[in-house]
């Protein structure tokens, strides 16, 4: 089984809707987080959480918003979609606990209309 | 200037040959680095991390460290065709007060590496 799952995979919306990415982990890692991926723009992080009640935005956070359900469990919502969220959306987990090497989900495909 | 740099490419090599890629990055309180490789339409996979200035070998791949001139390279030796993809180089900012490590990792744009039969 995958140590970072994300769900959905895919998924298609139109303009306005709440969307919520899930991420869930089960390597044991309190740091987790959230990037998008854009052709030529490469990984831009949005959020960042080192601990359940420790969340932070990074650099691109305006239009997201995240909850830290529990330390296998980080979600990322898109309060009102809108088309230039269109991206690939990653979940990543770390421990600073040795390398603090970051571990990718699968990603998720966003489509907004 | 970008925190991260990278050559966008495409950088295009004849199978068993070498291929280097290269990054530049601005703080110099950078304390690891790491190279991944993401093929297209999938997630980053973790190729290496270095901490020390030199090189570091694992199989076909070197990882070299210079951290008076902020630079760090990954070396490919006798590429292959299942190495195409884009190489992406990220670097974790210098270590929080406490001594534990920063955490937030800054990318670079992503190298696409092509290999040719």
């Known amino acids: 089984d995958a140590d970072v799952t994300q769900t959905p995979r895919n998924r298609i919306t139109k303009t306005g809707k709440r969307i919520m990415l899930e991420c869930s982990q089960t390597?044991?890692?309190?740091?987790m987080y959230w990037y998008r991926q854009d052709p030529g723009l490469g990984l831009r992080l949005i959020y960042y959480s080192f601990d359940v009640k420790d969340i932070n935005k990074g650099e691109i956070s305006d239009g997201y918003s995240v909850s830290r359900q529990a330390q296998a469990k980080f979600s990322l919502s898109l309060e009102s979609a809108i088309p230039n969220q269109t991206a690939l959306y990653f979940c990543a987990t770390s421990s600073p606990l040795g390398t603090d090497t970051q571990y990718f989900g699968p990603g998720t495909r966003l489509t907004v209309l | 200037q970008k925190e991260v740099e990278q050559n966008s490419g495409p950088l295009s090599v004849p199978e068993g040959a070498i291929a280097s890629l290269n990054c530049t990055y601005s703080d110099r309180g950078s304390q690891s680095f790491f190279w991944y490789r993401q093929y297209s339409g999938k997630s980053p996979e973790l190729i290496m991390f270095?901490?020390?200035?030199g090189d570091k070998e694992d199989g076909r791949f070197t990882a070299q460290l210079n951290k008076a001139s902020q630079y760090v390279s990954l070396l490919i030796r006798d590429s292959q065709p299942s190495d195409s993809a884009t190489y992406l180089c990220?670097?974790?900012?210098?270590?929080?007060?406490?001594?534990?490590?920063?955490?937030?990792?800054?990318f670079g744009q992503g190298t696409i590496l092509t290999v040719h039969p």
């Open positions: 270095i901490y020390s200035n």
């Open positions: 990220a670097v974790n900012g210098r270590p929080n007060a406490g001594g534990t490590s920063y955490g937030k990792l800054t």
């Open positions: 390597k044991g890692h309190d740091r």
